[in-house]
């Protein structure tokens, strides 16, 4: 099911930024792509009756596979160090993704033990850095402009205010 979900999101997310480029939009292609990949996710979550937090893991492996691709492939094409770096730190998240997946039950402060921990935390790391790097670069390819930095900011902070109280809950 979990494979299948991600299926889902590539193809969310493909469609997300078909729509942007057919209704004039190619500069929030990445927006776009992540509302495609969020509306992708609740469809697989209906079909399947998984269970939330599950299903937001798969997202982010989603998210994180498909972006080290299209990093990579403009790397490749347009001879971009700049998309070269984005592919090496999407690897990185990866990483830090699966690094945390086996490890976040055993911390003592994330009592709950419930599964999301290692999604919330790769996919607040992501949107931080994104934050960061838009504040001094906004004009980059895979951003939006200035406004890039508040909307990765703000769903950062969401992120990590869903991961605390996930860590309150009683098992």
């Known amino acids: 099911m979990i494979f299948s979900v991600s299926f889902y999101v590539i193809v969310g997310m493909a469609l997300g930024i078909a ?3 057919v209704l004039g939009f190619p500069r929030f ?5 992540v509302l495609g990949a969020w509306l992708a996710c609740l469809a697989g979550w209906r079909r399947f ?19 080290a691709l299209v ?6 094409v347009g001879a971009s160090l700049t998309s070269l770096f984005g592919f090496v730190a999407v690897g990185l998240i ?4 699966y690094f945390i997946e086996d490890r976040y ?9 419930k599964l999301g921990f290692a999604g919330l935390v790769s996919l607040g790391v992501f949107f931080f850095i994104r934050a960061v790097v838009a504040l001094f670069r906004p004009n980059m390819l895979f951003f939006s402009g200035s406004s890039d ?3 990765s900011s703000l769903l950062a902070f969401l992120l ?9 809950q009683k098992a």
């Open 19 to 21: 729509l942007g480029s």
């Open 71 to 76: 990093y990579l492939g403009n790397a490749v």
């Open 105 to 113: 039950k055993r911390f003592a402060w994330y009592k709950s033990g």
């Open 160 to 168: 990590f205010l869903t991961l605390f109280n996930l860590s309150r």
């Open 149 to 151: 930095s508040i909307i």
């Open 49 to 67: 009756k998984m269970r939330f937090f599950e299903l937001f893991e798969a997202l982010s492996l989603g998210l994180f596979y498909w972006l």
């Open 94 to 97: 990866i990483f830090f993704f």
């Open 29 to 33: 292609w990445f927006w776009l792509a």
